[in-house]
């Protein structure tokens, strides 16, 4: 069992955040996602997010790729997290390049490209603006 891990918050469900998922779960048989806690977000990443931990967790646990939802609460839980699962890859958007090399000795680590023209806050920005248009990204296969 080819176990595949990756982290983030996931607010404002879209497209970008879905191909990164699909992506990492055909990397291997399961994956696993570790969803940024609303504590997390505020006090480590300065984030508020839109849509409460609870409500971001059902709307990954019902989608086809996802296997398990865990909940991030710290930065330093992915080792752990490696060797509690027994995963084989970790898998980051590009943004995140280089950041998580220190797992290499436990586990493959993939950065893939981000799906571009969309993320949560270009769609708070968008919507405050009143713009009439539509984002437009890319959905991969
Ligand atoms: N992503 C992407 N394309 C986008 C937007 C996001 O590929 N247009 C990817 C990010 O690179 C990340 C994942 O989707 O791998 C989740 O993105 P966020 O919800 O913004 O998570 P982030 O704030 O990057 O938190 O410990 C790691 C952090 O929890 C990651």
Not at 29 to 34: C, S, T
Not at 86 to 108: A, I, R, S
Request: charged share 25%; net charge positive; glycine share 4%.
């Amino acid at each position: 069992m080819r176990t595949v891990i990756t982290y983030g918050t996931f607010d404002l469900f879209h497209v970008g955040h879905l191909n990164i998922l699909k992506r990492a779960r055909q990397m291997g048989d399961r994956l696993v996602v570790a969803v940024s806690t609303d504590e997390f977000n505020l006090n480590m990443k300065n984030k508020v997010t839109a849509i409460p931990y609870a409500d971001r967790k059902a709307i990954l646990e019902q989608l086809r790729c996802v296997d398990l939802v865990i909940p991030e609460t710290h930065w330093e839980q992915k080792s752990k997290d490696v060797a509690k699962y027994g995963v084989d890859t970790f898998v980051m958007g590009h943004d995140w390049e280089g950041k998580f090399d220190f797992l290499m000795p436990h586990c493959k680590v993939v950065y893939l490209p981000r799906t571009a023209s969309i993320s949560s806050s270009e769609i708070k920005l968008h919507i405050a603006s009143g713009e009439r248009t539509q984002l437009r990204a890319v959905m991969v296969a």
